[in-house]
């Protein structure tokens, strides 16, 4: 099983900052299977990007996905209010599918 | 629009019976893979288990031989059976589009199961 490991666990920014979240895997995760969801309390996850590096439908420019093998990261680039939550990272490359652990983005 | 709602949760002594519900509009379960999540209290997200549009599941070590995971295609629904229910099962459930074990695209709003004596 593929372990998907997150960091930070936590991270404190101020609206319009930039915020890198990684996600490191066990082992390669084939043809970059690595998806992101970002989860507000009391709401289902909602899929931001997939194949690495590709955006969802919907999902703004300011969020980016980058990286291969066993590394991932997910860019905000200027934080709006509405996108402190918690992120996961997720790969389907290996069965069975894995979580990573999440990262809250809170407000400073 | 594409819509998954869940049904069934509730709470349920340890060793007991559940069937959760998934009913699906917008697009056809039986054409696409679906899988449940689940989600502890104050935890991360588990995947449960998934049936491929071939009729072909998988589960997950965690509840492999307890839960079945089937799809009514008349009803357009998706369905988990939870048998033999532990305290650790208590979560909420969501059901997901899994397209193709490569992303998932489409969530409903999640049941709460409670397992307590």
């Known amino acids: 099983e593929i372990v998907l490991t997150q960091t930070p666990g936590t991270v404190s920014l101020s609206p319009g900052e930039r915020a890198t979240l990684s996600c490191r895997a066990s082992?390669?995760?084939?043809?970059?299977?690595l998806a992101w969801y970002q989860q507000k309390p009391g709401q289902a996850p909602r899929l931001l990007i997939y194949?690495?590096?590709s955006r969802a439908t919907g999902i703004p420019g300011r969020f980016s996905g980058s990286g291969s093998g066993t590394d991932f990261t997910l860019t905000i680039s200027r934080l709006e209010p509405e996108d402190f939550a918690v992120y996961y990272c997720?790969?389907?490359?290996?069965?069975?599918?894995?979580f990573g652990q999440g990262t809250k983005v809170e407000i400073k | 629009e594409v819509h998954l709602v869940e049904s069934g949760g509730g709470l349920v002594q340890p060793g007991g019976s559940l069937r959760i519900s998934c009913a699906a509009s917008?697009?056809?379960?039986?054409?696409?893979?679906m899988s449940w999540v689940r989600q502890a209290p104050g935890k991360g997200l588990e995947w449960v288990s998934i049936?491929?549009?071939?009729?072909?599941?998988y589960y997950a070590d965690s509840v492999k031989g307890r839960f079945t995971i089937s799809r009514d295609n008349s009803k357009n629904t998706l369905y988990l059976q939870m048998n033999s229910l532990r305290a650790e099962d208590t979560a909420v459930y969501y059901c997901a589009r899994d397209y193709f074990r490569y992303y998932m695209d489409v969530w409903g709003k999640g049941t709460t199961v409670t397992v307590s004596s």
């Open positions: 194949g690495a590096s």
């Open positions: 997720q790969q389907f490359g290996s069965s069975p599918q894995t």
């Open positions: 049936i491929y549009s071939n009729g072909n599941t």
């Open positions: 917008g697009f056809t379960v039986s054409w696409y893979y």
């Open positions: 082992q390669s995760v084939s043809s970059n299977y």
